[in-house]
């Protein structure tokens, strides 16, 4: 039982599994609902960016995603997860930086754990359970 617990492939794999699951749904649901890509564009235009960029969500939370799940250019799969977070906080969600939820804690902490668990899948890697070891 000690050696399961000490065992830092295994680790690495839930990691991947959560982070990458996890912001899946988020990509699936876009998906399903192309007037989200309209938002998006909006806020990016706002911000004066490019519109076009909106299809980058798809990158961030439906193909870094499977790249997590299945242990595949791991790294890479962790970065684009990291700018997808970054560009999310950066344009909907900077207001609630320094805000707390309803229930206490901070108000972005879905998005706060979505980036540092990235952050720290790309400093570790795949792991051992992965397509493509790095």
Same mark, same amino acid.
């Given at each position: *039982? !000690?050696?399961?617990?000490?065992? &830092? &492939?295994?680790?690495?794999? /839930?990691?991947?599994? =959560? !982070? ?13 609902? $192309?007037? %989200? @890509? &309209?938002? /998006? ?8 960016? $490019? ?12 193909? +870094? $995603?499977?790249? !997590?799940?299945?242990?595949?250019? =791991?790294?890479?799969? #962790? @970065? ?8 999310? /906080?950066?344009?909907?969600? *900077? ?11 901070? +108000? @972005? ?7 540092? %668990?990235?952050?720290?899948? #790309?400093?570790?890697? %795949? ?6 070891? &790095?």
């Amino acid at each position: *039982m !000690l050696a399961l617990l000490k065992n &830092d &492939d295994l680790g690495k794999l /839930i990691l991947r599994l =959560t !982070l990458g699951g996890l912001i899946l749904f988020h990509g699936v649901a876009k998906l399903g609902n $192309p007037g %989200s @890509l &309209d938002f /998006i564009g909006g806020q990016l235009t706002q911000h004066g960016l $490019p519109g076009f960029i909106a299809y980058g969500v798809f990158i961030g939370e439906v193909i +870094a $995603p499977l790249l !997590l799940i299945g242990g595949l250019y =791991t790294r890479i799969g #962790a @970065l684009l997860v990291v700018a997808n977070m970054l560009f999310a /906080i950066g344009l909907v969600h *900077m207001h609630q930086l320094f805000t707390l939820g309803k229930q206490g804690g901070w +108000a @972005l902490e879905l998005q706060g754990f979505f980036l540092l %668990s990235a952050v720290v899948v #790309a400093l570790l890697g %795949s792991g051992r359970f992965a397509i493509r070891r &790095d």
